[in-house]
């Protein structure tokens, strides 16, 4: 009678069969490596800072990571100089820039070309986009996990572009770059850095056309901009 079946007949009698610690030891340890491997998951490998400009808008074209894409018209990747030493990041896309699938339009973006104008910057020699490349419903602010969704295209567009400065427009944009929750009025008049990118907060077009006191400050800023890339 082999070793194997003795212990089978020897356990359906009730009698308790010894079995060296070490071959219990290995039998363990062989069944617990079979558990985790099971229990592993296998993740998705995100490749994304490593593409360049067309693979990148390709799967920002294709990305379904949240609820945002299941409602846009497409999406609004970005426009301007790729080469760009001023890049300004907005919030969101809004009706208007999903329909155009461009960043800032209508009436925000005239005041957003104007703005650049005063301080000698064409609107066509910087890169402009948003933290997020849908547009949320009614246009309301991304939620956190549209913009962690978004957040690994934006650093890659800021990689490819290497910009000298980087223009917060709005508040959302200045929380999600900063990384922080302080008021605007406590983020604007301050040369932040983000990776060693110097980045100035200003405030978003929309807001200061609906608050028309606040242009001076606005003005403040963009002269604070300027004279940070003069010195970079």
């Known amino acids: 009678m082999d070793n194997s079946t003795r212990l089978q007949y020897l356990e359906a009698m009730g009698i308790d069969v010894w079995v060296p610690r070490k071959q219990a030891v290995v039998e363990i340890e062989e069944n617990q490596a079979v ?9 998705e490998v995100d490749n994304t800072l490593t593409l360049g400009w067309d693979e990148l808008k390709q799967q920002v074209n294709e990305c379904n990571k949240c609820d945002l894409s299941q409602f846009r018209k497409q999406i609004v990747f970005g426009e301007g100089n790729i080469n760009a030493e001023w ?12 329909s155009a699938a461009k960043p800032f339009v209508a009436q925000s973006g005239f005041l957003l070309t104007e703005m650049l104008r005063a301080i000698g910057v064409q609107r066509e020699s910087a890169y402009i986009t948003n933290i997020v490349k849908c ?8 939620k956190v996990n549209e913009l962690k969704s978004c957040d690994s295209y934006l650093k890659r567009q800021i990689g490819l572009v290497k910009p000298k400065l980087i223009l917060a427009v ?9 990384g922080t929750k302080k008021p605007i009025s406590e983020l604007r008049g301050i040369v932040h850095y983000m990776d060693d990118i110097p980045v100035v907060v200003v405030y978003h077009p929309a807001y ?17 901009a300027l004279k940070t890339y003069q010195e970079k």
């Open 170 to 178: 709005g508040r959302v944009a200045a929380h999600a770059l900063l």
């Open 135 to 142: 547009s949320p419903a009614d246009n309301k602010d991304p």
């Open 208 to 224: 200061l056309l609906r608050s028309l006191l606040e242009k001076r400050k606005a003005w403040q800023d963009l002269q604070l």
């Open 35 to 43: 558990s985790d491997n099971e229990s592993i998951p296998i993740e």
């Open 87 to 98: 890049m300004l990041v907005g919030e969101a896309p809004n009706q208007d820039e999903d």
